[in-house]
Structure formats: C-alpha cells, structure tokens
C-alpha cells in the first residue's frame, strides 16, 4: 500500500474502502463518498434525483470528499465551461432519455432511431399473353404473303415479318380454322383453304405475290404458285410431299390424330392452366431444335393455338380425300425450298423426298442446320435473309448453310 494510502487510514481509521470500478477516473481513484462520510463522522446527504445537478446546499461543510463530488456535479452540469466529459448512449425507441451519473461522467440515452423500413422491391411487369391476330400486316414495298403451318398461327411470323417489313409489304392471315382465322363448316381440305387465301389476296388488289410458307402453308403456297398467284416461292419444311392414298400420307396423319385428344385435354383444363412451363418446352421440342432459344411469348402463342384450332380434326378427314400434290416439275415460279435439318414432325429422309426429286433443276435446295420444323421460331434473321435473297437476289443455285 502506497504512504498516501497509510496517510489517509491514520487520518481515518474507520474508514471502508470499496473495490475499484472501471467507470471513472475519480471513482477508481477514491473510496466511496457515503463510506468516507460516516468515517468522518458526518451526515451524507440523500441522492439527488437522476439530471438534477448538484448544489452547495446539499453537500455537508468541511466535507473535502463531498465538496470534490459537487465539483465533480458542477462539472458534469456545465461540460462546455469546465471542459469534462460526457457519454450519450443510445436506447429502445420510444424510451424518455436517461441520464446516469458516474463520478465526473454522465451518461445520457437517447432513443434509438429507428431503422429504415426496406424499400419494397419492385415486381417485375407479368408479360401479356398473345391475343390471337386474324392477319399481320406490315411494311412497304413489294407484296410478300406469309403462311403459317398446321394447328399454328401468324405468331409464328412475327420477328421475320418485323425483318422484313423495311423492303416489304408483309401480309401474314390466319388460315380458316385456326387461331384467329374465319370459322369452318365441314370437312377441310388444302384446295378450300387456297380458295379461302386468294380471297384475301383479291380483297388487298394483290394479283400476284411473292409466296413464303411453312408446312402445311408450304403445301398452300405449291398451290397458289400452281394457280399463277405466286412471282417467287420460298418453301419452308413443307408438307404434302406423298402420295394420295399412300402409307406416309396414313403415318402422317396418324400422328397428327394423336395430339386430338391431348387437345381436347388441353380445352377442358383451360388454356391459362395449360399455358405453363412444362407444356411450352415440349411444344417447343416438337417446333424446335433447340426449344430453349424459342422466345416465351412464342413458345405461349404456340400453345394456344393448338387448343384454340378447330381445323385439326375437319383438315385430318379432309385431307385423307384430297389429291395429292401435282407433278412439281411443272412449276413455272422461281422455287427455293429450305429443309430443317432437325425436323422431327415430317423428317426430311421420308417426306422432303418428291421435293428434292420433282421440283425443276432451276430451285434452290438449301438445308438450314441447327433448327426444327419452325425454324422462324429459333432462326429468324437467318429465314429472313434467305427469303430476302430469294426474293431479290439472282438465281444461282446456293449450298447447304
């Protein structure tokens, strides 16, 4: 023990000492104020209530420990004059402020600010779902006439129409019976729907037209190109490549007879129920080669037109009793076909085999790698391009892409 400390013991033998607190330099430094006053035989007074600064009337006279605590009160009112130092904490919110003394240092909480609500996290836009369309039209320039395939719509048509727009007149319709299309009575077959689109050719002044079709409206297009409707003919995985009656027309038909009652499934559940993930990508497998590379909104334009079609089964009967396709070499139209490498609807080694063989020397025969049987759903620059260049460019024969 330190001489100060036996100088203080002999001045007060009956003094208490307390144990050091980490607080404040006068309270680790000192004993404790009531235990020093009643050593030195003298009344403390009572605590003041807490903020209440201190006054010389409360603190006893000749108190040298008293008079340095009202000091040390004085101090703590007036930090700004006497340079000590104060501590504000922080609380709960709604709390009042408290203030605690200890020796020279006051601490003061405060309420606590509160925390800052997060900003609500905007919902990303539901995209609209397709409407069905009765015809896209579009451009200026030369008239092109695009037709879309079996159980499909002029969706179908959308990014190469866009494409092409800035040199064409670009009319794509909803063939009859199909999403968007006039209604059909009875059964249906490739003559009536050609009826049906020269009509509306007619109904624009059209009289000839350059002819872009995919599948069934490839089959269409051979059709009005036969009638002298077409300037040039691009056919895109066309359709109707068989004989009438033959065993490829019954094979093909048959898998078309299969998606009936998926269809009518599909028509029960509603079209939004139908309309999800899960059915677009098998749709897209059937369309595409690669059906993550099918826009949603196509690949939902797609779904819908299946079951909104009311041609399937009126064009199934009907097409078992039309003749076959005539004798392609009689073509008198600049003709170029494009064959989908993927096809997995009318795979070229089977049903593309009368076009290779019978369309005239003069065609174009172009396989287009990497795509399905819609390769304007996956594709369309490159089936914009090709029909652009058929449609302006000269006649040399191209290579496979």
């Excluded at 009859?176 to 003559?191: A, K």
Aim: contains cysteine; aromatic residues 4%.
């Amino acid at each position: 023990m330190s001489s100060d400390t036996g100088s203080f013991r002999r001045t007060f033998p009956r003094a208490t000492f307390v144990r050091r607190r980490r607080v404040g330099p006068l309270d680790a430094a000192v004993p404790h104020a009531p235990a020093l006053a009643t050593a030195a035989g003298e009344p403390f007074p009572a605590a003041a209530p807490a903020g209440a600064p201190a006054s010389a009337d409360t603190i006893p006279p000749g108190s040298g420990i008293a008079r340095a605590e009202a000091h040390g009160a004085q101090r703590t009112a007036a930090p700004a004059a006497h340079g000590s130092q104060s501590v504000i904490a922080t609380g709960t919110p709604g709390e009042e402020p408290l203030t605690r003394h200890y020796g020279t240092r006051r601490v003061t909480t405060l309420p606590a600010r509160p925390a800052p609500e997060p900003a609500p996290k905007a919902k990303r836009p539901t995209p609209a779902r397709p409407q069905p369309i009765a015809a896209l039209h579009l451009g200026s320039g030369d008239p092109l006439l695009l037709l879309h395939g079996f159980l499909l719509s002029p969706h179908c048509w959308e990014q190469v129409a866009a494409r092409m727009a800035a040199r064409c007149e670009v009319f794509a319709p909803a063939l009859p019976g199909h999403w968007g299309g006039p209604p059909v009575d009875g059964p249906l077959d490739v003559g009536k729907l050609a009826d049906e689109v020269e009509r509306m050719l007619d109904e624009k002044g059209w009289r000839t037209c350059h002819i872009a079709g995919n599948s069934l409206g490839g089959w269409i297009g051979a059709e009005l190109a036969r009638r002298g409707r077409a300037r040039t003919l691009t056919l895109i995985a066309p359709a109707g490549g068989w004989g009438s009656p033959s065993l490829t027309q019954f094979r093909v038909g048959l898998k078309f007879l299969a998606l009936v009652p998926l269809a009518e499934a599909g028509k029960r559940i509603g079209v939004r129920p139908m309309d999800n993930p899960v059915v677009r990508r098998l749709a897209g497998y059937a369309l595409a080669k690669h059906p993550g590379r099918i826009a949603s909104r196509d690949s939902s334009a797609a779904v819908q037109a299946v079951l909104q079609c009311a041609a399937m089964v009126p064009l199934l009967l009907g097409g078992v009793r039309h003749p076959a396709l005539p004798d392609l070499a009689t073509l008198g139209t600049p003709v170029r076909l494009l064959l989908a490498e993927y096809d997995r609807v009318i795979p070229n080694r089977v049903y593309a085999r009368r076009y290779l063989t019978e369309l005239p020397d003069s065609a174009d025969r172009i396989l287009v790698n990497g795509v399905g049987h819609v390769p304007m759903l996956e594709a369309p620059d490159r089936i914009a391009t090709l029909i652009a260049e058929h449609v302006y460019a000269s006649r040399n024969r191209l290579r496979a892409l």
